[in-house]
C-alpha cells in the first residue's frame, strides 16, 4: 500500500522530495503537484489504487478532507515555529517593530497565531477561508485595503500574487522541515496500521466467505453489511438484494434489539422456515465495550445431522480408536495394582496377550490401555466379540472377502480386521465363542501373519498385535474338545487374569464413589452415599463385577428419591432382592449379638461377609488385628 504526498505549489513539493529521500521512504511515498480543485479529483481517483495515506497542507489537505475521500488524509502543519519565523520575517522587510500584517489562508492553519502574534507584538488581522469559495470574496478585501491598513500580506500562492499586484509586500506561508518529516513519518504509522487492519479483513472475508454456516453481520441500526455465500444458499437470497437493508425484513424471529441494547447473546435456537428446520446463534460485537453491531450464523439441521452421520461412519469404519489408558482404570487394591503392573510390562513387548476374567472384570479396558502404552499405540485399536456374531459372518468380518464371493457381497469386496489392524492391535474378545472352523482359520492367520479373503486365490500381509480375551477356562474347553489346543497355546504366550471385584479388598468403595459423581452429574442428581452404605455393598459379591456395580450405581442414582443413601435404602432398591443373597445390613449381626457367643458372632460376621476378614472386623466393629487374635484363639480355618 502507498502513500501519496500532494504538494500544492512547486516549493513545497521540492521540499517534500527532499525530506522524502532523507527518510529513505522513496519507494514507498509518491509526489504529485495539484493545487486546490485539482487536487481533490485527484484524490478520488486514488480511492481505487491501493493508496493508504494521502499527505498534503493548509488549504488542499481541508478540501481533500472535506470530499469525504476514502483514504486517511495527514495534513502538514504551519508550527509555531514557522508562524515565528514569519514574523520575523515581515519586521525584517519592513524595518517594523510592530509590523500590520494580513493572513489570508484556510482556517487549519491558525492554531494559536494570535497568541504568537501579541507575543511578538504583531499587529495581525485574519481573513480565514472556510471553503473554496470563500478565497475570492478574501481576495477582493486584501485589494481594497490601503497602504497604510497593511505592511505585509501573508498567505498561500495566489493570495500573494494579487497583493504584490497591488503593491503590497508579500510573504508567502510555509511548513519548516521538521513539520514535513513529522507528516511523513506519522503517515508511515497510519499505512502501517491500515496493512495490519487490512491482513485481518482479509483473514475475516476469507474465513466468512468459506464458511459452511450461514454468517450475517449486522451494523447498529440492524442494516446487514455481510451476507456470505451461505447465507445466500440456506436463504434463498442473493447478497446484493440484501445488504443495505434492516435484517427485520429477513429475519423477523430473531430479537435482534436485546442483543443490540443489552448485549445478550443466544445460542442454539431452533426455528422452522418452510419444510427446513435452522439452528442460529446470535452474538453481540464489542469495541472498546460499546455494541456496534452483531453477528448471526445459521446453520440447516438437517445437514448437521447428515454430516455428523457421515462422520461417525468414517470413524468407525476407518478410524478404529482406543480410548482408555492405565489411569482410568480405578482401584487400590493390591489385586488390581498387581495386574495393571503386569500388564503395563506386556505394553513393552509386541507379542501375543490372553486375558481371562470373569465377565465385567475390565478385559477390554486392560486390552486398550495395552495398547495406548505400547509402541503401536498410534496404530488403529480393532476390537470384535467372537460370541456377537454367527460363524459365517464371524469369517467374513475377520478375514473380508472379494467380490462375489457370497449372495449379498458388496461389489467391491470388503477388508477384514485383520488387514484394518495392519500396523496396530486387533482384539479379539470371547475367543472361546468361535467356532472350530474359524479356530483352525484364526490359527493360521496367526502362524502365516498373512489373511486371505473370502473368494480369493492370494494372500494380504499384514502386522498386527494379537489381544484375545475370555470369561471362560481355555484348558478346560481343550480337554472337552471344544477348543483347538495349538490355538491355545499360540494365544498362550502373555497371560494375564484379571481378578473379581469381590476380592479387590477398598475397590468397590472406590468405584461406587467414582459411579457415584459420575451419575450425579450425568443425571443432574445430588445423591450422596452414607459410611455404612459403602461398607454394606462391599458385603455383596458382585457376580457381574464391575459392570454389575456400575449399572447398579447408575439405577440407584436415578430412582433413589432419598438425598442420602444408606444400607437400608439400598436394599429397598436393590432390583434382584427375590433372587439373589443380599447382604445383611450392617445392624443385622449385633441385633442378634445377645443370643449368641462372642465365637458365634464372629462366625455369623464371616459367613455374611464371605470369609473376607477386613468386612467382617467392620461388621464386629473391631479391628482387623484384633479379629486374627480371636480367630487363633477360637480355633478357626482362617489364614491371615
Not at 521540499?15 to 509518491?30: R, S, V, W
Not at 435484517?247 to 436485546?258: C, Q
Not at 472498546?288 to 468407525?316: H, K, M, P, Y
Not at 465365637?599 to 461377609?609: H, S, V
Request: proline fraction near 4%; charge should be positive; charged fraction near 25%.
Amino acid at each position: 500500500m502507498k502513500i501519496v504526498f500532494i504538494a500544492p505549489d512547486k516549493q513545497l513539493y521540492l521540499q517534500g522530495m527532499k525530506i522524502i529521500h532523507e527518510l529513505g521512504l522513496d519507494n514507498e511515498i509518491d509526489l504529485y503537484l495539484a493545487r486546490l480543485n485539482k487536487a481533490v479529483p485527484l484524490a478520488k481517483s486514488l480511492e481505487n489504487q491501493n493508496v493508504s495515506v494521502i499527505v498534503s497542507r493548509g488549504g488542499t489537505a481541508q478540501l481533500i478532507i472535506d470530499s469525504k475521500v476514502k483514504i486517511p488524509v495527514v495534513a502538514i502543519p504551519v508550527t509555531g515555529q514557522d508562524l515565528a519565523q514569519l514574523f520575523q520575517d515581515a519586521k525584517r522587510i519592513t524595518n517594523l517593530a510592530h509590523p500590520k500584517l494580513v493572513i489570508s489562508v484556510f482556517q487549519n492553519m491558525l492554531e494559536d497565531v494570535e497568541i504568537l502574534a501579541n507575543i511578538l507584538g504583531i499587529e495581525l488581522t485574519i481573513y480565514p477561508h472556510r471553503t473554496i469559495e470563500d478565497i475570492p470574496r478574501m481576495l477582493e478585501k486584501i485589494t481594497q485595503l490601503k497602504p497604510s491598513e497593511v505592511n505585509v500580506v501573508v498567505g498561500g500562492k495566489r493570495t500573494v500574487l494579487l497583493a504584490a499586484k497591488i503593491g503590497l509586500k508579500t510573504l508567502p506561508i510555509r511548513s519548516g522541515n521538521t513539520a514535513c518529516r513529522t507528516a511523513f513519518l506519522e503517515a508511515k504509522k497510519i499505512a502501517l496500521g491500515r496493512k495490519i487492519e487490512k491482513e485481518h479483513v482479509q483473514r475475516f472475508q476469507a474465513l466468512v466467505e468459506c464458511s459452511s454456516d450461514a454468517i450475517i453481520n449486522i451494523d447498529q441500526n440492524k442494516i446487514i453489511r455481510v451476507f456470505n455465500p451461505a447465507a445466500e444458499k440456506l436463504l434463498n437470497s442473493r447478497a446484493r438484494d440484501m445488504l443495505g437493508r434492516e435484517i427485520d425484513t429477513l429475519l423477523d424471529f430473531i430479537n435482534i434489539d436485546t442483543c443490540l441494547h443489552e448485549g445478550h447473546e443466544s445460542i442454539g435456537n431452533t426455528v422452522q422456515i418452510g419444510t427446513i428446520w435452522l439452528s442460529y446463534n446470535l452474538a453481540p460485537i464489542l469495541v472498546d465495550n460499546t455494541i456496534v453491531g452483531a453477528i448471526i450464523t445459521l446453520q440447516d439441521i438437517t445437514r448437521i445431522q447428515e454430516i455428523e452421520a457421515r462422520i461417525r461412519n468414517e470413524v468407525i469404519a476407518k478410524k478404529f480408536v482406543a480410548k482408555y489408558k492405565f489411569p482410568n482404570i480405578l482401584g487400590t487394591s493390591k489385586q488390581l495394582v498387581e495386574a495393571k503392573r503386569i500388564a503395563q510390562e506386556f505394553a513393552g513387548i509386541n507379542a501375543t496377550v490372553l486375558i481371562t476374567g470373569e465377565s465385567g472384570t475390565g478385559k477390554e479396558l486392560f486390552a486398550q490401555s495395552i495398547h495406548n502404552e505400547s509402541r503401536i499405540k498410534n496404530g488403529p485399536f480393532v476390537a470384535l466379540n467372537c460370541a456377537a456374531l454367527p460363524p459365517n459372518l464371524l469369517e467374513s468380518e475377520l478375514f473380508g472377502y472379494v467380490e462375489g464371493a457370497f449372495t449379498g457381497a458388496t461389489k467391491k469386496g470388503k477388508p477384514g480386521l485383520f488387514e484394518m489392524a495392519h500396523r496396530g492391535t486387533i482384539f479379539l474378545d470371547e475367543i472361546s465363542g468361535m467356532d472350530m472352523y474359524g479356530q483352525s482359520r484364526l490359527l493360521r492367520v496367526l502362524q502365516e501373519k498373512q489373511v486371505m479373503r473370502l473368494g480369493d486365490d492370494k494372500n494380504i500381509p499384514f502386522d498386527a498385535r494379537i489381544i484375545a480375551a475370555t470369561n471362560k477356562n481355555l484348558a478346560e474347553l481343550v480337554q472337552k474338545g471344544q477348543f483347538r489346543q495349538d490355538l491355545f497355546y499360540r494365544l498362550k504366550v502373555l497371560t494375564l487374569k484379571l481378578p473379581p471385584l469381590r476380592s479387590r479388598e477398598g475397590d468397590v468403595k472406590v468405584l461406587t464413589q467414582f459411579f457415584v459423581d459420575y451419575f450425579n452429574k450425568q443425571h443432574f442428581k445430588n445423591t450422596e452415599l452414607s459410611a455404612d452404605s459403602f461398607v454394606y455393598l462391599s458385603q455383596y459379591h458382585w457376580p457381574g463385577n464391575v459392570r454389575e456395580l456400575m449399572h447398579f450405581i447408575e439405577r440407584l442414582i436415578i430412582i433413589a428419591t432419598e438425598k442420602s443413601v444408606t444400607s437400608n435404602v439400598i436394599r429397598k432398591y436393590w432390583e434382584d432382592s427375590e433372587y439373589e443373597s443380599l447382604p445383611l445390613p450392617l445392624t443385622a449381626v449385633t441385633s442378634v449379638s445377645p443370643l449368641l457367643s462372642e465365637k458365634e458372632r464372629i462366625a455369623f460376621a464371616l459367613a455374611q461377609c464371605r470369609q473376607n476378614r477386613t468386612r467382617a472386623a467392620e461388621v464386629l466393629g473391631i479391628d482387623r488385628t484384633t479379629l486374627y487374635r480371636k480367630l487363633r484363639t477360637y480355633g478357626f480355618d482362617v489364614k491371615k
